[in-house]
């Protein structure tokens, strides 16, 4: 008889397409996966797999397979979900993941208080751009994730938990250039996430700009390059607000506000909509929502002083409104 573990399994090895990483990802050996996997294929009287020396391919059943498995699966964690959501208090697993320009400033933080809050969960984190995030929530690899919105599939649930502007990052010998308007920004060598990135996508639609129209292009894979990529001269770039003071502190480099209509994005948390524990979702938002303000407040004071001039009374005037 075909059981969950060989449907766990099966999904498991569609997904990664690689005996060895799904194995792992299912906490057992290569042989003990592909006995499972073979035995599965027994039980229903034909062949799920291609297999090779360099790759694995599944076949066109397998692929069918692979998606109604997949649906299963679902409705057994949502079962599983419908029990824990009539508890009090959030336990078991909790699958959740972070966009790159979040993670390394809030999910720390966030880590510390769910385990203070939910003592009874077991959570695993993940950080990945937001086309990852979002395929992880629809099949069912992540139960939440934390990223910009709005959430662009429909079966998805998103919850708003704060607004971020973005502020320019340039050289420290235009510590006392205005801050550039958005024509002047268009003709710069503006420095961009790799594809991927939703906030490279947010920087571009700012500039009003088309994806392969930027200034001759450079690229990194995180915001801490291309910080010290304009360190080095090699042109400006956007970051986000609670991005400067991690980034910034030790790079020789000056931060400015842009003028009015500023950059921003709206982060939130973001489930799928058939989960039954969205009430204790928001809980965890509120906690995200809260070490976002924390972290807001302490990294204002910790701005480097290398800042535009005609920034320091907005600063000024955000520091007497939050005390």
Request: hydrophobic share 45%.
């Amino acid at each position: 008889m075909i059981s969950i573990k060989h449907l766990r399994y099966f999904a498991a090895l569609a997904q990664h397409r690689h005996f060895g990483r799904a194995a792992d990802a299912c906490a057992i050996s290569q042989p003990a996966l592909s006995l499972q996997i073979k035995d599965l294929e027994d039980l229903i009287g034909a062949q799920l797999v291609e297999r090779d020396r360099r790759q694995i391919r599944l076949t066109s059943l397998g692929e069918a397979f692979a998606g109604r498995a997949q649906q299963i699966l679902h409705s057994v964690d949502e079962l599983a979900d419908l029990a824990r959501a009539s508890s009090p208090s959030l336990g078991g697993r909790l699958r959740i993941g972070m966009i790159p320009t979040v993670a390394p400033y809030l999910l720390p933080a966030v880590i510390r208080r769910l385990t203070e809050h939910f003592p009874a969960v077991d959570l695993r984190p993940r950080e990945a751009v937001t086309g990852k995030l979002t395929d992880d929530l629809i099949t069912g690899g992540l139960d939440i994730a934390v990223m910009a919105l709005p959430a662009s599939e429909p079966s998805l649930q998103d919850h708003p938990l704060f607004d971020e502007e973005f502020v320019l990052v340039r050289p420290l010998a235009d510590l006392d250039k205005p801050p550039p308007g958005i024509e002047s920004l268009r003709e710069m060598r503006l420095l961009l996430l790799e594809e991927g990135h939703c906030f490279r996508d947010q920087a571009l639609a700012f500039c009003n700009m088309a994806p392969g129209l930027a200034q001759d292009p450079m690229e990194g894979s995180s915001l801490a390059t291309l910080v010290r990529m304009v360190g080095a001269g090699m042109g400006v770039t956007l970051i986000p607000e609670m991005a400067v003071g991690a980034e910034t502190s030790a790079v020789e480099v000056s931060i400015a506000r842009l003028a009015e209509p500023r950059p921003r994005r709206s982060i939130g948390l973001v489930w799928r909509k058939t989960n039954p524990l969205a009430e204790h979702f928001m809980q965890v938002g509120e906690i995200v929502r809260q070490e976002h303000d924390t972290l807001r407040r302490h990294g204002k004071s910790a701005w480097p002083p290398r800042i535009d001039a005609r920034d320091v009374s907005d600063r000024a005037d955000d520091l007497v409104d939050q005390h």
